[in-house]
């Protein structure tokens, strides 16, 4: 399993980004596969992920109507598109991945994903 990250940058409060994952080794139908990201002095947490048989993707509280997970099912590619972005957004960025689907109080728990992609700055600073 491979993951690639890429696509962050320094923005203004308010601005958007587009973060984008490409993957080998891993499937839509089986696996679980998101977004994770870790700010300084902060543990790492879960941003957004689809699981196996989601139709939509789910988010974590702190981004909902702010981010937007997409996927293209014909390619092994995530694309994270974040928007009116905050200070508190500031991290290093991870794709993620873990084989099968778990249930939702769980699946945005870093500990549980087995695969990791090298990860991606986010800076959102005036």
């Known amino acids: 399993v491979q993951l690639q990250a890429s696509g962050g940058g320094l923005v203004q409060p308010g601005g958007s980004l587009t973060l984008s994952c490409e993957f080998s080794?891993?499937?839509?139908?089986?696996?679980?596969i998101g977004w994770f990201r870790q700010a300084p002095g902060k543990e790492r947490e879960g941003v957004s992920l689809?699981?196996?048989?989601?139709?939509?993707?789910r988010y974590a509280s702190a981004v909902r109507g702010r981010f937007t997970l997409s996927r293209d099912r014909t390619k092994s590619t995530l694309t994270l598109q974040m928007n009116d972005l905050k200070v508190e957004d500031t991290a290093v960025y991870y794709c993620?991945?873990?084989?099968?689907?778990?249930?939702?109080?769980?699946?945005?728990?870093?500990?549980?994903?087995?695969?990791w992609g090298q990860g991606t700055q986010v800076t959102v600073s005036s």
């Open positions: 993620a991945a873990r084989r099968g689907r778990m249930a939702l109080s769980a699946a945005l728990d870093a500990a549980h994903y087995d695969y």
């Open positions: 080794g891993l499937t839509w139908a089986s696996d679980s």
């Open positions: 689809f699981r196996p048989g989601d139709g939509n993707p």
